[in-house]
T-cell receptor, first 115, second 115 residues
Framework: AQSVTQLDSHVSVSEGTPVLLRCNYSSSYSPSLFWYVQHPNKGLQLLLKYTSAATLVKGINGFEAEFKKSETSFHLTKPSAHMSDAAEYFCVVRGLNTGFQKLVFGTGTRLLVSP | NAGVTQTPKFQVLKTGQSMTLQCAQDMNHEYMSWYRQDPGMGLRLIHYSVGAGITDQGEVPNGYNVSRSTTEDFPLRLLSAAPSQTSVYFC??????????????FGNGTRLTVT
């Protein structure tokens, strides 16, 4: 069985400061891990994915995430927040090489960016 | 390039009414799926299809029907709407159900209210 926990429902940062969105996962076998972003009234867009290659994954818009097996974590970071980063972010897990029907979504973290 | 198109964007139904949410993709994707998004619960899979003529149930299929007569279209039918089906519905597609480098592409959602 797989599960994912996003540790914060809301994160507030100032523009230009670092962003950290936390995600812990549980998987009985090698996982694939994803971060998706959802802007208001839009669908989800893939930010980045981990699929058993490099543990540090770079995504779009300056985001990156590090897979830490010992900590079962896949936290999302960005060195400097921009106003356009304000959105909801979802951490997602599935078994490596399994179908999308095995995707498990976290409950989301809303990122607020103030000027 | 339209991607995944959902219609309508908004809908209000009375309890017991039926309706069909439309989803079309122009990317020749073999995999299509329907999710519902509820506050604090992430996304939950309703039904999915791995190709024309093939559908299967997801996590929360009760009260919904689907069919896949063509590669492009994957409509979701509510047979007898209930207030518990008030939600935001997303259609998502991918060119492959299992390929690790195959992301999900989401539509912009349909916001449904059942009174």
């Amino acid at each position: 069985a797989q599960s994912v926990t996003q540790l914060d429902s809301h994160v507030s940062v100032s523009e230009g400061t670092p962003v950290l969105l936390r995600c812990n996962y549980s998987s009985s076998y090698s996982p694939s891990l994803f971060w998706y972003v959802q802007h208001p009234n839009k669908g989800l867009q893939l930010l980045l994915k981990y699929t058993s290659a490099a543990t540090l994954v770079k995504g779009i818009n300056g985001f990156e995430a590090e897979f830490k097996k010992s900590e079962t974590s896949f936290h999302l970071t960005k060195p400097s927040a921009h106003m356009s980063d304000a959105a909801e972010y979802f951490c997602v897990v599935r078994g490596l090489n399994t179908g999308f029907q095995k995707l498990v979504f976290g409950t989301g973290t809303r990122l607020l960016v103030s000027p | 390039n339209a991607g995944v198109t959902q219609t309508p964007k908004f809908q209000v139904l009375k309890t017991g009414q039926s309706m069909t949410l439309q989803c079309a993709q122009d990317m020749n994707h073999e995999y299509m799926s329907w999710y519902r998004q509820d506050p604090g619960m992430g996304l939950r899979l309703i039904h999915y299809s791995v190709g024309a003529g093939i559908t299967d149930q997801g996590e929360v299929p009760n009260g919904y029907n689907v069919s896949r007569s063509t590669t492009e279209d994957f409509p979701l039918r509510l047979l007898s709407a209930a207030p518990s089906q008030t939600s935001v519905y997303f259609c998502a597609s991918s060119y492959s159900n299992t390929a690790y480098n195959s992301p999900l592409h989401f539509g912009n959602g349909t916001r449904l209210t059942v009174t």
